[in-house]
């Protein structure tokens, strides 16, 4: 049975006035149906904007992501806002 999440090599990047801000840097795992997942690390390591962006909450106008982030098998980079709605009101 494959996985019910899986985050293949997230890569999420701001472009700012001072440069290219890299907050996630290649992260991968999955979580399987039935199962939790806890994810740790020093301050400023990534985990909220990783989590932020999983949740399709990382839309800004200098964001740019490379990876893929399969829920159900469907990539949530590639929706749209009104189809990441109705995935949550599923």
Known sequence: MPPLLEVRDLEVRFATDDGVVR????VSYSVDIG????????SGSGKS???LTVLGLT???NASFNGE????GR?????SE???REI???
Not at 35 to 42: C, H, T, Y
Not at 69 to 72: N, Q
């Open 23 to 26: 907050a996630v840097d290649g």
């Open 59 to 61: 839309r800004a106008n």
């Open 35 to 42: 199962r939790s997942l806890g994810i740790v690390g020093e």
């Open 69 to 72: 982030v399969l829920f159900e």
């Open 88 to 90: 949550g009101e599923g």
């Open 75 to 79: 990539d949530l980079l590639k929706l």
């Open 82 to 84: 009104e189809e990441m």
């Open 49 to 51: 904007v990783s989590n």
